[in-house]
């Protein structure tokens, strides 16, 4: 009896409605990220066993191939299709616009006549890349086209040699590789021949260092600013600092510039490791120089300009998360509080910080899409994107949006900080506030 | 001292504070507090004494009244207010991670205009405080007693014109209550004013020129404590205090 009465209260201090509303709305969120991965897995999934071919050696023997492709992706265990298109130019990235397709796998002029030589056959794959995430990239079109082109031409030349047991030596070492793959990428209006998977792979070192160092920073200077607020507000030194000679807004101001210059000062220490790290594992590299002018060609490498715009996004998204965090810790009871308020600036920046990594963002559908650009840090976990892509449009009006927001918060935390509710609201029904109007009614 | 020709640090008129239509934490407190005088409010736990206190320290704006401080309206001067008083809130803790001396030095920066009155105060907090060596240490070794002295320090080394203490011993032991009342008495006789506020009416009996007696935020009588209690006929504060309750149909 004892020990349940015990156990009974240990329960109730630490299952406190706040820690409830926290689990609900931490499973709502993950439920909703969870969703969105799923729409953009099942979009990815989607006739991935499809593949768009363009023949441009257009011989019985090529069509041929492609009928025998057919044929096997048509099979149930497959459920495929071979989509066929016709090329107008050699500029595979105005092709792939105009024909409105992601990828599309080359049947190059000469293919036969290299096959009836006896030597390895060329064929070229080229993807069009929107965005970094991985989800968005998912694509085994090249795998495909060398697995299921490979089949093709064995069973097209060297099915009767096989059975008649009529090959050559040289035969047989071609029909462990008949075809090779040369693979393009093309990035906005630009191709470069290096596969979509090595840039996915190369630019993953700034695709990786923005978010991480993001969300370092967002938890890092809200808990700052929020224990100092909360720690500040149950000592009551807060009490004493605003009855000193000083503006109120100077000891705001000064609060939230010592969290920006220690979250700033963190920046620049992750960037720099995460840099260095980074380096660390490209240096030395094979073909390490010919990638990095691959990737600068497609526009994929920052540069100091692109480094700025992020650079106002993420100090955009810092202030946000300070003013948040002003007005969390303003609510907050005690220490206890104040480690849980931080929860919803968690949830606000993981689900765009995994998101993020995963999908592209613009290819969501509309409802979901609003509903994640609605939180101000989306914005910043896209900059690198948005600034490497050229998606200007939507980079300024993340960085309008967050100025709005940033306006919006601030106004909010400055009329609590200026007004008497520092000192009268907590979080769970305006407590202190009772309480002093509860001590007003002492007796009755 | 006769208390109307004598120089007013404080004047309270007509102080409220409604949280809600009809609800007053206080309502319509009056009185006020001479130079070198040791004005206490006394009530109990939530009778509107911190409301009050915090009202005239411009942390909480007032309903209706005002108050003025040296010569300045809470309402609106407040930053001129806070440059004439200093508060001390009742169980209020320091910047752990900073020295005594540190934190007066900090605090000192806040009041002083000039780098030698900065200087001026810290001595000031040191020589009140008599902490000695462990001034130099931080303040989350400090015990409750020690680190009330060093808060004590801090509200009185500026000499303000009006230092106002929330329950000043609050959770000390006897011989630190004793020797802060004593400081209090001390500094009264040097110029400084007090507006104190305590549930200790055997304190305040001992340490204030003048009493103010409050509940449910009404304040029901002002007087000094001699006066109070010849003409309640009672011993002691306690028993002053219930008359006025009990007369004012409060309790």
């Known amino acids: ?444 | 001292m006769d208390n109307n020709s004598a120089e007013k640090v404080l004047e309270v008129k007509g102080l409220s504070k409604q949280y809600k239509k009809g609800v007053y934490a206080s309502e319509k407190v009056t009185f006020d507090v001479n130079k070198g005088e040791i004005f206490a409010l006394i009530g109990p736990n939530g009778a509107g004494k911190t409301t009050t206190i915090r009202m005239i320290s411009t942390l909480l704006q007032a309903t209706e009244g005002d108050a003025v401080v040296a010569g300045h309206s809470i309402l609106t001067e407040p930053e001129k207010v806070r440059k004439n008083i200093t508060y001390l809130p009742d169980e209020a803790g320091a910047y752990k991670n900073m020295t005594g001396k540190a934190y007066l030095k900090f605090m000192a920066e806040l009041y002083a205009d000039t780098k030698a009155e900065v200087d001026e105060y810290v001595q000031r907090g040191c020589e009140i405080c008599e902490l000695g060596e462990r001034l130099n240490y931080k303040i989350a070794t400090y015990s409750r007693g020690m680190q009330r002295k060093l808060l004590l320090a801090r509200a009185i080394m500026s000499k303000p014109a009006l230092a106002i203490l929330d329950e000043p011993t609050s959770g000390l032991d006897i011989i630190n209550a004793l020797e802060i009342r004593r400081m209090i008495k001390k500094l009264a006789s040097e110029g400084m004013s007090f507006l104190l506020s305590s549930h200790n009416m055997l304190e305040i009996e001992y340490v204030s020129d003048r009493v103010g007696i409050i509940a449910k935020g009404h304040l029901l009588e002002t007087g000094k404590p001699s006066e109070l209690l010849e003409k309640y006929g009672t011993k002691n504060l306690e028993e002053v205090f219930e008359r006025v309750v009990t007369d004012n149909e409060i309790l």
């Open chain 1, 1 to 444: 009896m004892k020990f349940f009465n015990l156990f009974r209260k240990e329960l109730k201090e630490m299952l406190s409605a706040q820690t409830i509303l926290v689990m609900i709305v931490s499973v709502v969120a993950l439920v909703f990220a969870g969703r969105a991965m799923n729409e953009a897995v099942s979009e990815g999934t989607e006739g991935m066993m499809d593949i768009t071919i363009y023949d441009a050696d257009n011989t019985d023997f090529t069509q041929a191939v492609l009928k025998s492709l057919e044929d096997t992706l048509s099979a149930e265990e497959y459920d495929g299709k071979v989509i066929k298109v016709e090329f107008e130019s050699d500029d595979y990235a105005a092709e792939l616009k105009r024909l409105d397709i992601k990828s599309a796998v080359i049947i190059p002029k000469g293919f036969t006549q290299q096959v009836e030589d006896g030597k390895t056959a060329d064929v070229e794959f080229v993807q069009k890349m929107t965005s970094l995430a991985r989800m968005s990239n998912i694509s085994t079109g090249s795998d495909n086209a060398v697995y299921f082109l490979s089949s093709a031409v064995k069973s097209t030349i060297y099915a009767d040699k096989v059975m008649e047991g009529t090959m050559t030596t040289e035969e047989v070492a071609l029909l462990e590789n008949p075809i090779t793959l040369k693979e393009s990428t093309v990035v906005a209006n630009k191709t470069e021949d290096i596969a979509s998977s090595i840039v996915l792979s190369l630019c993953s070192a700034q695709t990786m260092i923005v978010p991480i160092i993001m969300f370092v920073l967002i938890m890092f200077s809200s808990q700052m600013i929020l224990n100092a607020i909360a720690t500040e507000k149950v000592d009551k030194t807060l009490e004493t600092l605003l009855s000193a000679p000083v503006s109120r807004l100077s000891v705001i101001s000064a609060k939230m510039l010592a969290a920006g210059v220690v979250a700033a000062l963190q920046a620049v220490v992750y960037m720099f490791g995460m840099q260095e790290m980074m380096s660390g594992l490209t240096e030395g590299a094979e073909n390490a120089d010919s990638y990095q002018a691959a990737l600068s060609n497609l526009g994929l490498t920052m540069s100091a300009g692109q480094y700025v715009l992020v650079g106002i996004q993420m100090f955009l998204s810092i202030l946000i998360a300070l003013s948040i965090s002003l007005i969390l810790g303003a609510l907050a009871k005690d220490a206890k509080s104040a480690q849980t308020l931080i929860m919803p600036i968690t949830l606000s920046a993981m689900i765009p910080y995994l998101l993020s990594m995963m999908l592209d963002l613009k290819t969501m559908s509309p409802v979901l899409r609003y509903i994640v650009y609605a939180i101000p840090f989306t914005h910043t976990f896209m900059a690198s994107e948005n600034a490497m892509f050229r998606n200007t449009t939507l980079y300024w009006g993340g960085v309008i949006y967050q100025v709005i927001f940033l306006a919006v918060c601030m106004t909010f935390a400055l009329r609590i900080f200026m007004s008497d509710k520092i000192f009268t609201i907590s979080i769970g029904g305006k407590k202190t506030a009772k309480t002093e109007k509860e001590k007003s009614l002492f007796g009755r």
